[in-house]
């Protein structure tokens, strides 16, 4: 059954397309009245119609009512879709562009023979569009814009921006008195390593008070959907979100289906049918009619605990056989931040960072770690400022005069960022990076290596046995620049032969190893090192970042350098 509200919609594109065809003014506006009309009533539409008093409203022709009743009964309307099939596609999204109505794209379609954005835009570009009757060089520069923006807005976010959005309304829900629970869900909950849109839900026996202070909210540039129950707002940066509001006790099993995924959430409803039951974000109901399954939860746990299971963590829904691991109580006890003890791979002011050694040591002994890695760039990195031989061991003379300084609990640990040349020999000597306490090894340049050359480099440079950890292994940079070509499973391989770490780099537009790789090589026994690549201070607190990875990843604790103590990490060392 079709609601009323998505019944209008439909009649609403109806007009949409009619007009685009050129059709009878008065056949147009029947549909969009008719759309109006149905968004005004105040009876229930399946009534209406059972009881065929919807023709008694005026405004409401037979026709009308005829392609109501059948979209009310079937979803779906074979006149409004052969309409739709009969014009082009890519019409659909000219019409999309703020201030391009059907009239303006009718005329774009049938004067200047656009019927795409890239037509639109080549049209734009070429001054055509300004020529025609009604549009004018204003309306050419503000349909580029709008085709700009819709890139914008199609695009998908790095966690750490969505979630500076998020963090703000999720607090400005909490305060509302009205608000009984809120949280955020979808993809941001999982931490994907980028996000689509923003899910916000919200427990409140008094939703318009909530959808009021959403679409209000100080940001929102344009309100998408603003519903009893449902708003979607978006914001300059093209970021969208949805509010829902639900009763309390339907909040937790609302949070569970819109945390999702959609494959883990399949997976929850296929348990649920072989245990009796159907799944929804209402709750569980019993096939056979019986009552409410955990009726009101009060947590997500009892939603779990109905189809027999332990709480999933967040992270694990992706479908990735965390349900059957549940089932067998064997799910990961998952790493987290308050496990580590210090952090590796770091810069100063020596290369390319913001900070000295002192205020780095600093603001590491703030956070309470007991160690913090430093490894500047090697000499080749000379855009990054990098050090030879000769700065690099003053560097060594001065941390180790800080350590014994003690002026701080903290200890720095001596290292470098050491440069993978072009067949994987290091930018240092073996003598040389034998003084070091640690050695970090990353590519830096020749991202367009084949697969082969590049797989066999980086893991030369795995088996030279002075290289602890390899960095940032793909190169790739979120939404800006690809990994490069590359055998991850030959590397993986590769670093558990020879006992290296790959570091988890947490800087957030990088997240390098994709999360995706690191069960596989967590159960090749492969260790990691949850890395913040710190370029100053603040950015020590990107190991936040690589933490959320890490547990996206399955890992445990011990399967991180980092949670262990000084004496342990520098007995891995070799030191
Ligand atoms: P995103 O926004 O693309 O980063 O990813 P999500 O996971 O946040 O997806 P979104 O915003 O479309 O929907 C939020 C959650 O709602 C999703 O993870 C699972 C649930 N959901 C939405 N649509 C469906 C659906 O068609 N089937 C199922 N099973 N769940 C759905
Ligand atoms: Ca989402
Ligand atoms: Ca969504
Ligand atoms: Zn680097």
């Given at each position: 059954?079709?609601?009323?509200?998505?019944?209008?919609?439909?009649?609403?594109?109806?007009?949409?397309?009619?007009?685009?065809?050129?059709?009878?003014?008065?056949?147009?506006?029947?549909?969009?009245?008719?759309?109006?009309?149905?968004?005004?009533?105040?009876?229930?539409?399946?009534?209406?119609?059972?009881?065929?008093?919807?023709?008694?409203?005026?405004?409401?022709?037979?026709?009308?009512?005829?392609?109501?009743?059948?979209?009310?009964?079937?979803?779906?309307?074979?006149?409004?879709?052969?309409?739709?099939?009969?014009?082009?596609?890519?019409?659909?999204?000219?019409?999309?562009?703020p201030?391009?109505?059907?009239?303006?794209?009718?005329?774009?379609?049938?004067?200047?023979?656009?019927?795409?954005?890239?037509?639109?835009?080549?049209?734009?570009?070429?001054?055509?569009?300004?020529?025609?009757?009604?549009?004018?060089?204003?309306?050419?520069?503000?349909?580029?814009e709008?085709?700009k923006n819709?890139?914008a807005y199609?695009k998908?976010h790095?966690?750490?921006e969505a979630?500076e959005v998020?963090?703000?309304i999720?607090?400005?829900?909490?305060?509302?008195?009205?608000?009984?629970?809120?949280?955020?869900?979808?993809?941001?909950?999982?931490?994907?390593?980028?996000?689509?849109?923003l899910?916000?839900?919200?427990?409140?026996?008094?939703?318009?008070?909530?959808?009021?202070?959403?679409?209000?909210y100080p940001g929102v540039k344009e309100v998408t959907?603003?519903?009893?129950?449902?708003?979607?707002v978006r914001f300059e940066s093209g970021l969208q979100a949805?509010?829902?509001?639900?009763?309390?006790?339907?909040?937790?099993?609302?949070?569970?289906?819109?945390?999702?995924?959609?494959?883990?959430?399949?997976?929850?409803?296929?348990?649920?049918?072989?245990?009796?039951?159907?799944?929804?974000?209402?709750?569980?109901?019993?096939?056979?009619?019986?009552?409410?399954?955990?009726?009101?939860?009060?947590?997500?746990?009892?939603?779990?605990?109905?189809?027999?299971?332990?709480?999933?963590?967040?992270?694990?829904?992706?479908?990735?056989?965390?349900?059957?691991?549940?089932?067998?109580?064997?799910?990961?006890?998952?790493?987290?931040?308050?496990?580590?003890?210090?952090?590796?791979?770091?810069?100063?002011?020596?290369?390319?960072?913001?900070?000295?050694?002192?205020?780095?040591?600093?603001?590491?002994?703030?956070?309470?770690?007991?160690?913090?890695?430093?490894?500047?760039?090697?000499?080749?990195?000379?855009?990054?400022?990098?050090?030879?031989?000769?700065?690099?061991?003053?560097?060594?003379?001065?941390?180790?005069?800080?350590?014994?300084?003690?002026?701080?609990?903290?200890?720095?640990?001596?290292?470098?960022?050491?440069?993978?040349?072009?067949?994987?020999?290091?930018?240092?000597?073996?003598?040389?990076?034998?003084?070091?306490?640690?050695?970090?090894?990353?590519?830096?340049?020749?991202?367009?290596?084949?697969?082969?050359?590049?797989?066999?480099?980086?893991?030369?440079?795995?088996?030279?046995?002075?290289?602890?950890?390899?960095?940032?292994?793909?190169?790739?940079?979120?939404?800006?620049?690809?990994?490069?070509?590359?055998?991850?499973?030959?590397?993986?391989?590769?670093?558990?032969?020879?006992?290296?770490?790959?570091?988890?780099?947490?800087?957030?537009?990088?997240?390098?190893?994709?999360?995706?790789?690191?069960?596989?090589?967590?159960?090749?026994?492969?260790?990691?090192?949850?890395?913040?690549?710190?370029?100053?201070?603040?950015?020590?607190?990107?190991?936040?970042?690589?933490?959320?990875?890490?547990?996206?990843?399955?890992?445990?604790?011990?399967?991180?350098?980092?949670?262990?103590?000084?004496?342990?990490?520098?007995?891995?060392?070799?030191?």
């Open positions: 059954m079709m609601a009323k509200s998505e019944i209008a919609a439909v009649l609403d594109e109806i007009a949409t397309l009619l007009e685009l065809m050129g059709e009878n003014p008065f056949k147009i506006r029947a549909y969009s009245a008719g759309a109006r009309t149905l968004e005004s009533l105040t009876e229930d539409l399946g009534e209406l119609i059972a009881t065929n008093k919807l023709e008694e409203i005026p405004g409401m022709g037979e026709a009308l009512v005829d392609k109501i009743t059948t979209l009310h009964r079937d979803g779906v309307l074979p006149f409004h879709q052969k309409l739709k099939a009969s014009i082009p596609p890519g019409l659909l999204e000219v019409i999309q562009i201030g391009l109505g059907p009239k303006k794209v009718r005329a774009l379609w049938t004067l200047l023979n656009i019927d795409d954005l890239a037509k639109l835009e080549a049209a734009c570009t070429s001054g055509a569009v300004a020529e025609l009757k009604g549009f004018g060089e204003k309306t050419q520069v503000k349909i580029l709008g085709i819709r890139v199609g998908r790095r966690w750490y979630a998020a963090e703000p999720l607090a400005g829900l909490r305060a509302l008195p009205q608000t009984q629970r809120a949280e955020s869900a979808g993809s941001l909950r999982r931490s994907r390593e980028t996000v689509g849109d899910d916000f839900l919200v427990a409140s026996s008094d939703p318009a008070i909530i959808m009021a202070w959403f679409v209000a959907a603003h519903g009893e129950t449902k708003s979607s949805d509010l829902r509001v639900v009763p309390l006790e339907q909040f937790y099993f609302a949070l569970h289906h819109f945390t999702g995924s959609k494959e883990h959430n399949v997976a929850m409803r296929h348990r649920a049918l072989s245990r009796g039951l159907s799944m929804s974000e209402w709750g569980f109901k019993s096939l056979e009619g019986g009552p409410a399954v955990a009726p009101g939860a009060k947590d997500e746990a009892e939603v779990f605990a109905a189809l027999g299971l332990p709480w999933i963590p967040p992270e694990l829904r992706e479908g990735n056989g965390e349900i059957e691991a549940g089932e067998k109580d064997q799910l990961p006890q998952l790493v987290e931040f308050t496990d580590l003890r210090g952090v590796f791979h770091n810069h100063t002011t020596e290369s390319d960072g913001d900070h000295t050694l002192e205020q780095m040591a600093a603001a590491a002994e703030k956070l309470g770690w007991d160690y913090l890695g430093i490894s500047d760039h090697s000499k080749s990195s000379f855009q990054a400022r990098g050090l030879d031989e000769e700065r690099l061991g003053r560097q060594l003379e001065a941390v180790a005069k800080l350590n014994a300084s003690g002026r701080f609990k903290v200890r720095v640990l001596t290292g470098s960022e050491v440069d993978i040349l072009g067949e994987g020999e290091l930018d240092f000597a073996n003598d040389v990076l034998a003084q070091l306490d640690f050695v970090v090894a990353s590519v830096h340049n020749r991202f367009g290596l084949d697969r082969d050359a590049q797989t066999a480099r980086i893991i030369k440079a795995i088996e030279n046995e002075h290289v602890d950890m390899v960095g940032h292994l793909t190169g790739r940079l979120l939404n800006k620049r690809e990994p490069y070509e590359l055998d991850i499973a030959k590397v993986i391989d590769a670093a558990a032969a020879n006992d290296t770490i790959i570091e988890l780099n947490s800087n957030p537009w990088r997240l390098d190893m994709d999360w995706r790789w690191w069960r596989r090589a967590a159960e090749k026994g492969v260790l990691t090192s949850i890395n913040p690549d710190a370029h100053d201070i603040e950015q020590l607190a990107f190991a936040a970042h690589g933490v959320r990875i890490a547990r996206k990843g399955w890992l445990t604790k011990e399967q991180v350098l980092n949670t262990r103590s000084l004496a342990e990490v520098l007995k891995w060392l070799g030191r």
